[in-house]
């Protein structure tokens, strides 16, 4: 007679057996010390747990270095305006350039670079159309780089990858925004180095 095989069978058991086991440490007078232990020992063994965390998920992050998480630096974008700009610079890193023009109500991104080279790669979208795609190989010094081309409207986002022909990198995610209101022109994200 061929045997058959009833893989939960063994799972139910191996439970039963786990809940046993269980039961009877509980009801045992030697687990009353674990099962209500003094503040002191809460309190000691939360800050191991805590410390352990921290020190696995965080590594040598401190006051000392918390501009630079394992060597990546994040630095932030804020750029607010009235008034009518140009290709205004809004952010210099590793050779990277970030320029702001804002006509009143629409809001445009440029990139620049400083160092020969480079290489840039970028997307955007204006809300509710699709992806625009920019690559520039080489990139070099004097070429400013329309980071939303056809896309100049109220509400742009997008992101910028940027190596330059040092090594450096930089990665930016951006958000635009242009409106009829004071601070009609607004620019914000993070930039990683």
Excluded at 1 to 10: A, I, N, Q, S, T
Excluded at 144 to 152: A, C, E, M, N
Aim: aromatic share 6%; with cysteine.
């Amino acid at each position: 007679m061929d045997k058959v095989r009833k893989p939960w069978l063994r799972g139910a058991v191996s439970l039963a057996v786990l809940a046993g086991l269980a039961a009877a440490l509980i009801a045992s007078p030697a687990t009353a010390h674990f099962l209500h232990p003094s503040k002191a020992q809460v309190k000691k063994v939360a800050k191991k747990v805590a410390t352990k965390v921290f020190n696995s998920k965080i590594g040598g992050a401190s006051v000392a270095n918390a501009a630079a998480v394992n060597g990546v630096g994040v630095h932030k974008i804020a750029f607010q305006t009235s008034a009518v700009v140009t290709k205004q610079t809004i952010l210099d890193l590793n050779g990277l350039q970030l320029k702001a023009s804002c006509g009143g109500v629409n809001s445009e991104l440029f990139a620049a670079t400083t160092i020969t080279n480079g290489k840039l790669a970028a997307t955007s979208r204006r809300v509710g159309l699709s992806f625009q795609e920019v690559e520039v190989d080489p990139f070099n010094p004097g070429t400013d780089v329309d980071l939303s081309p056809g896309q100049t409207d109220r509400e742009l986002h997008g992101r910028v990858s940027y190596i330059g022909g040092d090594g450096r990198t930089v990665t930016i995610l951006w958000n635009a925004e242009g409106s009829g209101t004071p601070n009609a022109c607004n620019v914000w994200g993070v930039a990683f180095v």
